[in-house]
Nanobody, 127 residues
């Protein structure tokens, strides 16, 4: 069982930056075996993949819509994962969710690959 908690959401103007954090209850060698990801869901829309980082940090994947603007990272010594978001656009407005999957899911872009989810943190980008 892994509990993940997001933080860092807020309101920002277009072109601004925010950094989201996700803290996991699993520590040290166990946490580092989880692939971690960010998904987001805007009102009236389905949850969509944003970014993922594999358990060993070797692979990072991004949705085309955020590539070049967002950076995912992890710190296994602190049991945390972060999403640095730059050049934010109004269409980035959504609730952002942290997710965890044991080891390496076949397709880290699929929400069904993840077993553990946080409650979400709201990001609002105004034009």
């Amino acid at each position: 069982q892994v509990k993940v908690v997001e933080s860092g959401g807020g309101s920002v103007e277009a072109g601004g930056s925010l950094t989201l954090s996700c803290t996991a209850s699993k520590t040290g060698a166990t946490f580092m075996r989880y692939t971690m990801a960010w998904f987001r869901q805007a009102p009236g829309k389905e949850r969509e993949f944003v970014a993922a980082i594999t358990w060993n940090g070797a692979t990072r994947e991004y949705a085309d819509s955020v590539k070049g603007r967002f950076t995912i990272s992890r710190d296994d010594t602190e049991n945390t994962m972060a999403l640095e978001m730059n050049s934010l656009k109004p269409e980035d407005t959504a609730a952002y969710y942290c997710a965890a999957a044991w080891s390496s899911p076949n397709d880290p872009r699929r929400s069904a690959a993840y077993d553990y989810w946080g409650q979400g943190t709201q990001v609002t980008v105004s034009s």
